[in-house]
């Protein structure tokens, strides 16, 4: 240790106490600053996480109305595609409600991918949506149950998609990941066994 501190003690001996001074205070300061700028680039690392899992909620919210009214799009297709022809008016008005969704989303979508430097999380969402409601009222109830199911599981994909890049899936916090977990797997897989059914149920009813 001798052999370590006598180079530095003859330096100092030789300044004055200004230069002394001066030295052991950029001893101490230079590191200080080094860790300090680490904790704040750590603190920004943090910042820009929480700003990305804010966008990834905003996104998700979005996608939540497709899941409300494509779902119920297909079940009424069902009854009206065996037989009750007074749902038409029911099927147009939910037709409004997944379009408007729909270009919520798209708008939206822009703004994500933009941000995380993607390609479109939505991919051809939007095509194969269009593409059910031009044949709406011409389908076979078999391929429209089939066709809306598809789009659907699309839809759910996304939310898995946008919770894990956004890093709502890989978050510091066990709260945020176990609550996004249940709102992008556990709520979105029960409610569609749920509206399966519903569905179903539909296109029996109508065909009695």
Known sequence: MDMFFKPITAILDRLRFPAKFGLIFL???????????????????????????????????????????????????????????????????????????????????????????????????????????????????KDSFKEHTALITKIMQLQELIADNSRLLKSDFEDIYLLTRIAVDVVPNFTENMGQARGRGNGVAAAK
Request: positive net charge; proline residues 4%.
């Open 27 to 141: 001893f101490i300061l230079v590191p200080a600053v080094f860790f300090a700028v680490m904790a704040f680039t750590q603190s920004q690392v943090k910042l820009a996480n929480i700003d990305k899992q804010l966008l990834g909620v905003q996104y998700l919210e979005k996608t939540q109305n497709l899941l409300k009214f494509v779902p119920q799009h297909r079940g009424i297709s069902q009854g009206f595609l065996k037989g009750n022809q007074e749902l038409k008016s029911k099927l147009i008005e939910l037709q409004g409600n997944v379009d408007n969704a729909m270009q919520e989303l798209k708008t939206f979508d822009k703004t994500f991918a933009t941000t995380f430097d993607m390609p479109s999380p939505m991919g051809n969402i939007h095509n194969e949506w269009k593409t059910i409601k031009s044949k709406a009222f011409d389908y076979q109830p």
